[in-house]
């Protein structure tokens, strides 16, 4: 099955205003690879305005609450976000469960909630570097997809093996392909689910990895932030024939 490929950009607390100029580049290279889906994920502030100018470039957010409203100072619902005008919201980021210490069983009800908005949950699972050396990997991930992701509906899993991003450690081409592999097996709709590859993709690396069979797009941190480097990885997509999702 030809699975739509997705390429997103995740700039995590980076962007002002005055960085939504790198859409209008984006969104034209957008228009040219029709056949895969593009994102991007500024902070919430930028939202209402990203969406105003992405053209074809589908907008997300970086995390939702697990409510639709309420006393959660700070928060922000995904019904928020849908209103806002975005796509899709990233739930379970490495970084979110560590700084915040978020559970499974929280980013499962937050991908829930993503769902009930209308809004496409990007779910991350990843395992650390003591989990890769001692033999856990599988077993790490395959309880994170267990535990986090809704018993129906469509969702996109993005795995990030975290010992692997900002750390100057590099995933091989084995890793990442045996890994994604495990993911497709271990889904309960494994081959229409998308599986996203999240550790430190590059220009210089996004073509093999990319063409990988489990792989069906990125989620790109730093690269995203320039557009050369973000363009350079979308051009470097293979072409796939899928319907649009």
Not at 134 to 153: H, L, Y
Request: with cysteine.
């Amino acid at each position: 099955m030809a699975r739509r490929m997705l390429i997103a950009g995740n700039w995590k607390m980076n962007g002002l205003r005055q960085d939504l100029g790198f859409l209008d580049e984006i969104a034209d290279l957008a228009y040219s690879r029709a056949d895969l889906d593009i994102s991007i994920s500024p902070p919430a502030t930028l939202l209402n305005q990203a969406v105003k100018m992405a053209g074809a470039v589908k907008i997300g957010a970086q995390d939702c609450h697990i409510r639709r409203s309420g006393a959660h100072t700070g928060d922000i619902s995904a019904d928020m976000i849908k209103d806002a005008g975005a796509d899709l919201v990233i739930v379970g980021h490495s970084e979110r469960r560590d700084d915040h210490g978020e559970t499974c069983e929280q980013v499962r009800a937050k991908a829930e909630a993503a769902q009930a908005a209308g809004l496409l949950p990007v779910i991350c699972v990843g395992e650390l570097e003591a989990d890769r050396r001692e033999g856990r990997a599988e077993s790490v991930v395959g309880q994170q997809i267990a535990t986090s992701c809704p018993a129906s509906g469509d969702y996109v899993i993005a795995y990030e093996p975290v010992w692997a991003i900002g750390t100057g450690l590099t995933a091989s081409l084995d890793d990442i392909g045996g890994m994604h592999a495990f993911i497709r097996a271990s889904l309960r709709k494994g081959e229409t689910i998308r599986i996203l590859y999240g550790g430190s993709v590059k220009p210089n690396n996004a073509e093999e990895i990319l063409a990988l069979d489990d792989v069906d797009g990125a989620l790109i941190g730093g690269a995203s932030l320039k557009v050369a480097d973000f363009a350079a990885i979308i051009t470097a997509a293979p072409i796939r024939i899928a319907r649009s999702r």
